[in-house]
């Protein structure tokens, strides 16, 4: 069985960049990909050229499949690409919740 998964990607954006009309273009191309789920993202607090992205999906294939639809992936990259200084970072991570791990270690004891 598969699991929800966290696509987790870190934008260095230019001095002064202005991301935040882009990221409604951006959601709107997330949201017709079958998969997608949620999309929380913010400014660093200690440096806010940089951006945060939690993606959230179904599972890693439906992120892969993302990947690999083309038109709709090279969209994300001319949405962002103008007010990025870099490439994006991006790694998966499956997050557990604390409160199911106590629950499950309390019914053990």
Sequence with gaps: MTQPITEVVQLQLQPGAVIEE????????L???????????????????????HL??????AHR??????VDFAAVGD???P???GPP??????????????VSSAATV
């Design 22 to 29: 882009r990221m409604s273009e951006l959601l709107r191309i």
């Design 31 to 53: 949201q017709r990909q079958p998969g997608f789920q949620l999309l929380a993202w913010g400014r660093w607090e200690e440096s806010p050229d940089n951006v945060q992205l």
């Design 56 to 61: 959230n999906w179904d599972n890693i294939e």
């Design 65 to 70: 499949q993302f990947e690999a639809s083309g």
């Design 79 to 81: 949405v962002l690409g």
């Design 83 to 85: 007010v990025l200084a």
């Design 89 to 102: 970072a991006m790694h998966h991570v499956n997050f557990k919740t604390a409160v199911a791990d106590i």
